[in-house]
């Protein structure tokens, strides 16, 4: 039962850089997101996928882009790194019950 | 505009004790609320949604559409309940099925 996994699980980038966050769901979802979660601000939300081939943005989606490759796998690229980029990164899918969503274990990104 | 407010950024308890974990919202039209629960160093996960109207953990939470609160409650806290918690409003506006989440509570239940 893998669900929901993101890889990698840590990263550490100086600024500038560049780098894609992987996500993949085994459990046939239409929808998925990207996260991000930032002490004392909550999970915010950076762009979600409603089905395959469509993405919106979402909250925060600035310094982002996304791309859902297909259905299983959905990911997060970062192209030019900033320090206000430093976060944990959720990705999640959902099925027919939108609103029930299922999580990854995580990205913690550090970028220097 | 939609919003979620969780009040306390941190709440300590005592092992047996009663807890109250604060969610309040805003939207006009009929919403639905959900408890999301992180235990340390796992993913986050549904907690309960207000629709079923369950007891999950021994947690209920009673949506309030008079106070527009969602609380989550517990009569007797147990330290495995130490989590971060977070209330999220689901199904507004045109991004339908998107969460809103509050900026969480973290509980923390003291033997």
């Known amino acids: 039962n893998a669900g929901v996994t993101q890889t990698p699980k840590f990263q550490v980038l100086k600024t500038g850089q560049s780098m894609t966050l992987q996500c993949a769901q085994d459990?046939?979802?239409?929808?998925m997101y990207w996260y991000r979660q930032d002490p004392g601000m909550g999970l915010r939300l950076i762009y979600y996928s409603a089905s395959e081939g469509t993405t919106d943005k979402g909250e925060v989606p600035n310094g982002y882009n996304v791309s859902r490759l297909n259905k299983r796998e959905f990911s997060l690229r970062l192209e030019s790194a900033a320090p206000s980029q430093t976060s944990v990164y959720f990705c999640a899918s959902s099925g027919d019950r939108r609103n029930i969503q299922y999580f990854g274990a995580g990205t913690r990104l550090s970028v220097l | 505009a939609q919003r979620v407010t969780q009040p306390e950024k941190l709440l300590s308890v005592f092992k047996g004790a009663p807890v109250e974990l604060k969610c309040n919202y805003s939207y006009s039209g009929s919403p639905e609320l959900f408890w999301y629960v992180q235990y340390s160093r796992q993913r986050l996960q549904l907690l309960l949604r207000h629709i079923s109207r369950e007891s999950i953990k021994g947690f209920t939470a009673d949506l309030n559409k008079g106070e527009t609160s969602f609380h989550l409650k517990k009569p007797f806290a147990q330290e495995e309940d130490s989590a971060m918690y977070y209330c999220?409003?689901?199904?507004?506006?045109?991004?339908?099925?998107?969460?809103?989440f509050g900026k969480g509570t973290k509980l923390s239940v003291k033997p």
């Open positions: 459990m046939n979802h239409n929808s």
């Open positions: 999220a409003l689901g199904g507004t506006g045109g991004s339908q099925g998107n969460l809103i």
